[in-house]
């Protein structure tokens, strides 16, 4: 019994939860929110797992990294661990995309903006 694996997911967990902290992107902007949309996603991932396992499409094999732990028939423990993780990259990479594309657009805005006030992109007048 070994856990490697489970210390990388809580190690890369603590990395989301650093840059969530960091820019306020998903648990740290809006934990209500946050509890909602992490737990439907866990949920469904969770039924995805079920059903691939329930017809013999997921196998749990065997790691010389993983604990041993299942929490369920060929459900290990750090399954649970790695589609927590999914779930918040998923979120912390959408809602930075989102500010990334909001903030390149109000600079766009702007400059189109100033182009206008000064006479053209050259900022010469008619």
Same mark, same amino acid.
Request: proline fraction near 4%.
């Given at each position: %019994?070994?856990?490697? =694996? /489970? *210390?990388?997911?809580?190690?890369? $967990?603590?990395?989301?939860?650093? /840059?969530?902290? #960091? ?11 946050? *509890?909602?949309?992490? @737990? $439907?996603? &866990?949920? !469904?991932? $969770? !039924?995805?797992?079920?059903? @691939?396992? &329930? ?9 010389? =990294? %993983?604990?041993?732990?299942? /929490? ?7 399954? /649970? ?11 912390? &990479? =959408?809602?930075? @995309? *989102?500010?990334? $594309? #909001?903030?390149? !657009?109000?600079?766009?805005?702007? @400059? #189109? ?8 992109? *050259?900022?010469?007048?008619?």
């Amino acid at each position: %019994m070994s856990w490697a =694996y /489970l *210390a990388c997911l809580l190690f890369s $967990l603590a990395g989301m939860a650093i /840059l969530d902290l #960091r820019h306020r992107l998903f648990w740290f902007a809006d934990a209500r929110r946050a *509890a909602i949309v992490h @737990g $439907l996603g &866990l949920a !469904a991932f $969770l !039924a995805w797992d079920g059903l @691939g396992i &329930l017809t013999g499409i997921f196998h749990r094999g065997d790691s010389p =990294y %993983m604990t041993g732990i299942d /929490l369920a028939p060929e459900l290990p423990l750090e399954e /649970l661990f790695f589609l927590v993780f999914l779930c918040w990259l998923t979120m912390n &990479l =959408y809602t930075g @995309g *989102a500010r990334i $594309l #909001r903030a390149r !657009a109000g600079r766009a805005r702007a @400059g #189109r903006a100033r182009a206008d006030v000064d006479g053209g992109p *050259a900022g010469e007048r008619p």
